[in-house]
């Protein structure tokens, strides 16, 4: 095939990646159906590009099991300079994750991670994680190498194998498990505890700690987060212990609210974990 962005495709098609096509020099889909239109089938990427030589490439990134950190460096906003110091701080060693990486015609970057086996899916987002920071996940895709936009191409600036999605990174890019509250039973839904419990009311008082003690880490004052952590963990698994709370919505929430306020991951498992063991051997029931 004589297309760069066709030849490029069919390599991305040895890769594992569902692709697709954009319009020439622009970052739109050029089927109806977008980023649904992907796929691994070569004879239809090969018709594509034969037919279109010039068209833009796209990995949708979803289907690909792929999570693109996209860092926008445009109107006074620096995605890769917020990226590094997001990363150092949630990691808590200084990095920059290391993985395949594009640099895009804006002069900002494409970090490329797999998704773990079995992980939970990632939804895409726009400055959620940091200023300038994107997340092209499921349901989204990216416009990749040699692509060409606004007379500027998309280049690999290190090709290295594609790296596994960190734990903390996955982790903050989920969406918060639901908490559930006293009118889910009313509703029909599903909650996160033994129904046993509710009839007597002790469950929907359990629910209400939860909430106050997730919240307790959320509000504590930098120099107290950790104990207040640890306070929170100690409490809530009390309530684990007996019976009325869920383990593991419980260290979801807790994580999540760590992590938020600054915690790292590292520091957030071995505090929950310590509450943890001394609350088991109190349960409160």
């Not at 297309?3 to 020099?25: I, K, N, Q």
């Not at 987002?125 to 606004?150: M, Q, T």
């Not at 969406?175 to 559930?180: I, R």
């Not at 120099?223 to 207040?228: K, L, Q, Y």
């Amino acid at each position: 095939m004589e297309s760069a962005t066709g030849t490029a495709a069919l390599r991305y098609l040895d890769l594992g990646h569902h692709v697709m096509p954009c319009h020439e020099g622009e970052k739109t889909p050029a089927t109806k159906s977008g980023y649904k239109s992907a796929t691994t089938d070569v004879d239809r990427v090969t018709q594509w590009w034969t037919e279109r030589p010039d068209m833009n490439v796209a990995i949708a990134t979803g289907l690909s099991g792929l999570v693109v950190i996209d860092l926008d460096v445009k109107n006074d906003i620096n995605g890769i300079e917020n990226w590094l110091d997001f990363a150092t701080k949630h990691s808590g060693v200084p990095l920059d994750l290391p993985t395949f990486e594009v640099e895009t015609p804006s002069g900002g970057a494409h970090l490329y991670y797999r998704l773990p086996r079995n992980a939970a899916e990632v939804k895409g987002s726009a400055s959620k994680v940091a200023p300038g920071v994107d997340v092209r996940a499921a349901g989204g895709y990216i416009v990749a190498p040699p692509s060409l936009v606004n007379g500027k191409t998309y280049n690999v600036t290190d090709d290295r194998p594609i790296a596994e999605l960190p734990e903390w990174l996955h982790k903050l890019l989920l969406p918060a498990p639901q908490v559930f509250d006293r009118t889910s039973r009313r509703s029909g839904k599903g909650g996160a505890w033994n129904e046993r419990h509710d009839e007597d009311g002790r469950h929907r008082s359990a629910l209400s700690g939860f909430g106050q003690e997730v919240q307790r880490v959320y509000n504590a004052p930098t120099g107290t987060r950790n104990n207040a952590l640890n306070l929170a963990a100690h409490n809530l698994f009390q309530l684990v212990a007996g019976g009325l709370l869920n383990e593991h919505m419980v260290t979801a929430q807790l994580t999540s609210a760590a992590l938020a306020v600054g915690l790292t991951l590292e520091e957030t498992q071995k505090t929950i974990a310590s509450g943890r063991s001394a609350g088991e051997k109190n349960p409160r029931r």
